[in-house]
């Protein structure tokens, strides 16, 4: 049917004199090269209206030969009707890489081929374009009904009108938004002597002005990233915040306008296919940009497009810090390992064993030589006065030379291990561990006490929504559903986990970093579940996206972004609050027990042996009364028998 309209096109034009080729090949082939060179195209496609069977000899010579010549320079290159072109490459241009089109002349057919059959239906920014016109017509003519997007890549070449040397002046066109004029703007000249001469700015640098262009913002209250400001009347007038920072530096450089909209979803996939929210507003075009912590999921990116990542953080789950911290038992043998411990009775043994050992040796062959009588001599004794050592407590010196050599050896190993020993004990006292109740979201979801909770509407709720991961799934079908009233924004959510008993949050590190001083508790990760990005949002055809980007970039290799970010995280972690960390008594809770155990201990000795003792008293005096008494007895049985014998 199409090949038809062409053919009556065809025979309406057989009148006038009609060529593809309006420009001396050697002019084709330095400007399509040179262009090619500056942009790295992988191929090349020459586009033209359908032949002209009268002169198409003379003509496919010529096309021939450049195509010749740009592949000697080993340019992949293809000469197609743009009939042809629609028909065979269509909709799979999109597998060419970076491909330039050229359209080599500006024919009426031409015009209206690329007007009506080309430009609608392809995205005009994937390829670099080339247009040959005639000296004749204006740009402006020719792009009359044709929609160049401003990240579009449309070059113009026209003769420079100078007719001793012809040379082109190479224009790319370009609209800020459908519907607005023409604009134009040099991009490079050829002239036979110097060649092309390219430009020396980037695309974005040369069109970094918007001249006014409106931009509808829409965004979300979610301190501090991004807070709604208002007038006394509720209206949004502005946005402060992270995002709303970088949107004044943004629409200062991109010399934009902006009005800020207002939404409290971010927007999630309903079931029928549409999306609600911020996200939603981009598709209905109620809105162009989303300014807010949105981030980037797969099926999101499948319905909006986004800048380059402004930041990237973690998606954990939050929950209370418990407010005991776990009470460490082993806390006083921690500092050592056991093998320490080992050593330590082993090298209490060994000198008790040399001090005995001098000690009988002298005892034995130099009685000279004798000690004096302070020192102890029986091995208990010893053995106790070395462990004293240990435990830093003194020792009777002594007089001999050996001995004194193995004094001083244990109190110098007593003094290293001691203070080894303290150091290891205060660090282990200082540091506090708190028992977590789980430490995965499978926990989460076996402990079965928790709430669970995440932002209402938020890429988060669609994460559970439509997870492949079992434990998430379950989660969802078993706690998410449950909660009737999820909280909008990071911070009531991570308020209702200080306030709530047992309630776990999902939410992005960064956010925590930021607002864990404006909650009253201390908040305590899980493990970590992905890593995401946050990005701006555009509309899906956005043809802004690439200004966007260039500006990020420029404020992120600059340092500004950086700045921005650190302003407005108040860098509040756990670690970073800074003063000290006192010891509670549940620290020190064993050593206490310990101490009571002992006194506890001592007691029940000392009462013991007291018992005895006075019992053992009781026994003497009752084995002396025994004593005398039987004594007595022997003495009047003397006597009894004395009276006896005498009265006999
Ligand atoms: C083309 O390649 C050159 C060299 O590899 C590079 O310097 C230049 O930036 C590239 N141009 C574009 C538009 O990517
Ligand atoms: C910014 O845009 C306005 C049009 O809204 C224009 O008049 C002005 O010259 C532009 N400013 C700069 C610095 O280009
Ligand atoms: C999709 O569902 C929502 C409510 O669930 C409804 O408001 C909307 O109109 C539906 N859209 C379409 C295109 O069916
Ligand atoms: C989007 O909305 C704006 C303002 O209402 C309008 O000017 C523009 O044409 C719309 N864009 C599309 C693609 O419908
Ligand atoms: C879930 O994901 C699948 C594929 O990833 C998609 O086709 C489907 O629409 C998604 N459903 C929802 C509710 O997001």
Known sequence: MRKLIILLCISAHTGQSYCQLIRPNVIYE????????????????????????????????????????????YIRTAVMQISTFIDRVGGSYYHIKRPLFVLLNDDDDVRNQFAFEIAPWIDMSYPNWLVFLRPETSIEGFFDKIYVQFDCTMMVSQPDGNLESPGEIITEVYQIDRGEKLRTGLFATWSRETGIKLPRWSLYQRRSDLQGHLF?????????QSMIRRDDNGQVTGLGG???????????SMNCTL???????????????????????????????????????????????????????????????PSLSALKWGAYFIPFEPSVWVAIVVMIVITTATISLVNS?????????????????????????????FCSQGMSASILDPIRISHFVIHLTGVIILAAYSAALISALAVKTFVL????????????????????????????QNTTDEILGVLFDKLLVKEKEL??????????????????????????????????????????????????????????????????????????????????WAMTGDNVEGGWESVEIGDILPLAVMLLTGIFMGFMILSIEKLVKRNAKIIKKEKKIVKKFLKNAKFLSGQLNHVKKSNK
């Open 30 to 73: 330095s400007v399509i090269k040179g262009v090619h060179d500056y942009y790295n195209n992988t191929c090349i496609i020459l586009l033209h209206a359908t032949e002209d069977p009268i002169e198409s000899q003379e003509e496919s010579e010529n096309l021939q030969r450049l195509q010749a010549y740009l592949s000697k320079a």
């Open 487 to 568: 909280p909008n924004n990071y911070l009531e959510g991570l308020s209702l986990v200080c306030n709530e008993d047992k309630y776990a949050f999902m939410t992005v590190d960064n956010a925590v970093t930021q607002l864990q001083s404006e909650v009253g508790c201390v908040l305590v990760p899980l493990d970590t579940i992905s890593q995401t990005s946050i990005a701006f949002g555009l509309r899906p055809g956005s043809p802004y996206r690439g200004i966007l980007d260039s500006h990020l970039l420029l404020l992120r290799d600059s340092g500004v972004m950086q700045r921005l970010l650190n302003s407005h």
């Open 259 to 321: 009005v800020y909209l207002e939404t409290n979803e971010w927007g999630y996939l309903r079931g029928n296919g549409t999306w609600t929210g911020a996200v939603g507003s981009l598709i209905d075009n109620t809105s162009d940009i989303v300014a807010a912590e949105l981030i980037m999921t797969r099926d999101r990116v499948d319905a909006i497009k986004f800048t380059t990542p402004v930041y990237s953080t973690k998606i954990r789950t939050y929950i209370k810090r």
């Open 437 to 464: 109740p789980f430490t995965t979201m499978d926990g989460l979801l076996k402990d079965n006490t928790y709430r669970f909770g995440v932002v209402r509407d938020s890429a988060d709720y669609s994460f559970f």
């Open 242 to 252: 992270f995002f709303g920072g970088l949107m004044d530096l943004l629409q200062e």
């Open 361 to 389: 040796a002298i005892s034995l062959f130099a009685r000279q030589w004798k000690d004096n009588d302070d020192c102890p001599t029986n091995v208990p004794d010893i053995f106790f006065a070395v462990f004293g050592v």
């Open 216 to 224: 509808r913002v829409m965004s979300i209250e979610d301190p501090p």
